[in-house]
């Protein structure tokens, strides 16, 4: 079993204190996100809605659960209870259904907008050019019960760090072209994960997901 809490404390040696560590912890068994926990880990992130589910029953109720993967329609409502910030919105029609989950029980649920930014096929999220239209038309001034937080992205699975920080930077510059256009709480770029959370910071990411540098590999 990995010593989550030492390999927590040596990442966090080696990150600014202003970035926000994500213990992305999907597949991994309870007990080694109660050693996390007991070490003062509090920010835990996982991709699937199910497993999310049944983890924040098993847990502390003070830890923030941070949902980061691809997230379908009809799943929201199991999550809006709960749920610290989603990472992953991806479309307007999600966004909907955010706010009427929401709205029913109260809450106001923070969100990052997903930026597509690499070259696999696989990944979701806004293009540049579909948020700006979206923006354009006014069309995030209307959700009463969602808080814009901020963006998320995903480099490219590669090697070439050249191109894994053309593309951070890219949604770095974006971030700041359009947060004037949300409140001030419009305030985290979350990117970079073990393979490149620190290209992800030099490029101007303020929040990083990282699974296995911490658990193990899957
Ligand atoms: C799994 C996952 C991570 C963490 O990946 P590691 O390589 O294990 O650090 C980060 N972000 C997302 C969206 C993920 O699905």
Same mark, same amino acid.
């Given at each position: 079993?990995?010593d989550?809490?030492?390999n927590i404390d040596r990442l966090k040696k080696?990150?600014p204190?202003?970035v926000c560590?994500?213990?992305?912890?999907k597949?991994?068994p309870?007990a080694?996100?109660?050693?996390?926990?007991?070490?003062?880990q509090l920010?835990?992130?996982?991709?699937k809605?199910?497993e999310l589910?049944s983890?924040?029953?098993?847990?502390p109720k003070?830890i923030?659960?941070?949902?980061?993967?691809?997230?379908?329609?009809?799943?929201v409502?199991?999550?809006?209870?709960?749920v610290?910030?989603?990472?992953?919105v991806d479309?307007?029609k999600?966004?909907n259904?955010?706010?009427t989950r929401?709205k029913k029980?109260?809450?106001?649920?923070?969100?990052? @907008?997903?930026i *597509?930014?690499?070259e696999?096929?696989?990944k =979701?999220?806004? $293009? /540049? %050019?579909?948020l700006?239209?979206e923006?354009?038309?006014?069309?995030f001034k209307?959700?009463?019960n969602i808080?814009?937080?901020g963006?998320?992205?995903?480099a490219?699975?590669?090697?070439?760090?050249?191109?894994?920080s053309?593309?951070?930077?890219a @949604?770095h510059? *974006?971030?700041k072209?359009?947060?004037?256009? =949300?409140?001030a $709480? /419009? %305030?985290?770029?979350?990117?970079?994960?073990s393979?490149d959370?620190l290209?992800a910071?030099?490029?101007g990411?303020?929040m990083?997901?990282?699974?296995?540098?911490?658990?193990?590999d899957?």
């Amino acid at each position: 079993m990995p010593d989550v809490s030492k390999n927590i404390d040596r990442l966090k040696k080696s990150i600014p204190p202003n970035v926000c560590l994500i213990a992305v912890s999907k597949t991994k068994p309870i007990a080694l996100i109660q050693d996390a926990y007991q070490g003062g880990q509090l920010d835990f992130g996982e991709n699937k809605v199910q497993e999310l589910v049944s983890k924040y029953e098993a847990l502390p109720k003070d830890i923030r659960w941070h949902l980061i993967g691809h997230l379908q329609t009809n799943k929201v409502k199991y999550i809006i209870p709960f749920v610290y910030l989603i990472h992953s919105v991806d479309s307007i029609k999600l966004l909907n259904e955010i706010e009427t989950r929401a709205k029913k029980i109260n809450r106001k649920i923070q969100v990052l @907008l997903q930026i *597509f930014i690499s070259e696999d096929e696989t990944k =979701f999220g806004f $293009s /540049f %050019d579909e948020l700006k239209a979206e923006l354009k038309n006014g069309t995030f001034k209307k959700f009463q019960n969602i808080e814009f937080r901020g963006l998320m992205g995903m480099a490219t699975l590669t090697d070439q760090e050249q191109k894994i920080s053309a593309e951070f930077n890219a @949604l770095h510059q *974006f971030f700041k072209e359009i947060k004037p256009q =949300f409140n001030a $709480s /419009f %305030d985290t770029l979350s990117m970079g994960m073990s393979s490149d959370y620190l290209l992800a910071i030099q490029a101007g990411s303020n929040m990083i997901r990282v699974g296995s540098t911490i658990f193990g590999d899957r």
